[in-house]
């Protein structure tokens, strides 16, 4: 089980193996995290995300880190909140399942994830958490991961404390 730290403040300034944006389709950048990741990786990264063909939601894509302090960006679609009728609840457990799948097949040590789609795309952020950690846990009891640390990178304190209660009842 890797450890999971919640951290705030930006991720694009994290020295971890990988980074995960919350992307959208296009994967040709956006507002929010994914606008921030861009800005702070330089146009190399929009240039090799116009070869990957974009990204359905819920999976996953990888990609060079360019002029961030990272090694990777794993790029990842989360679900726009229907009120929770389209499955968003699988789609978003889904973006962290093909996120931490991909850093494995790397070998990666450390990785870290913004809080998906609790921006733009209006997931209730209990909700959005609860699927967060659940999808973490579960993918820890049923891969033998290579990963050692995962952040859980956050701009607003609610969320942390939000995490951190989720964290402490699901021991
Ligand atoms: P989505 O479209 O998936 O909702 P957003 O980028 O709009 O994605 O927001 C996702 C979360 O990322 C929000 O909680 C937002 O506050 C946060 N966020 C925005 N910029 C950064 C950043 N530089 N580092 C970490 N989190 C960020």
């Given at each position: 089980?890797?450890?999971?730290?919640?951290?705030?403040?930006?991720?694009?300034?994290?020295?971890?193996?990988?980074?995960?944006?919350?992307?959208?389709?296009?994967?040709?950048?956006?507002?929010?995290?994914?606008?921030?990741?861009?800005?702070?990786?330089?146009?190399?990264?929009?240039?090799?995300?116009?070869?990957?063909?974009?990204?359905?939601?819920?999976?996953?894509?990888?990609?060079?880190?360019?002029?961030l302090p990272?090694?990777?960006?794993?790029?990842?679609?989360?679900?726009?909140?229907?009120?929770?009728e389209k499955?968003?609840?699988?789609?978003?457990?889904?973006?962290?399942?093909?996120?931490?799948?991909?850093?494995?097949?790397?070998?990666?040590?450390?990785?870290?994830?913004?809080?998906?789609?609790?921006?733009?795309?209006?997931?209730?952020?209990?909700?959005?958490?609860?699927?967060?950690?659940?999808?973490?846990?579960?993918?820890?009891?049923?891969?033998?991961?290579?990963?050692?640390?995962?952040?859980?990178?956050?701009?607003?304190?609610?969320?942390?404390?939000l995490y951190?209660?989720?964290?402490?009842?699901?021991?």
């Open positions: 089980m890797a450890n999971i730290v919640i951290q705030l403040g930006d991720i694009t300034e994290l020295p971890v193996d990988a980074i995960v944006n919350a992307a959208n389709n296009s994967l040709l950048g956006g507002g929010g995290v994914d606008g921030a990741i861009h800005r702070a990786a330089g146009p190399g990264l929009l240039a090799e995300c116009q070869g990957l063909g974009g990204c359905e939601t819920g999976a996953a894509k990888l990609s060079q880190a360019y002029d990272c090694r990777y960006v794993i790029h990842t679609v989360g679900p726009v909140w229907h009120g929770g499955n968003e609840a699988a789609l978003l457990r889904s973006c962290y399942q093909h996120s931490l799948a991909l850093a494995d097949e790397l070998g990666l040590a450390s990785i870290a994830f913004p809080a998906i789609s609790c921006g733009v795309y209006g997931y209730p952020h209990t909700l959005a958490c609860t699927e967060a950690v659940t999808a973490l846990k579960a993918y820890f009891a049923n891969n033998n991961s290579s990963l050692q640390e995962v952040y859980l990178v956050v701009m607003d304190p609610n969320l942390a404390d951190q209660q989720l964290l402490r009842e699901s021991v």
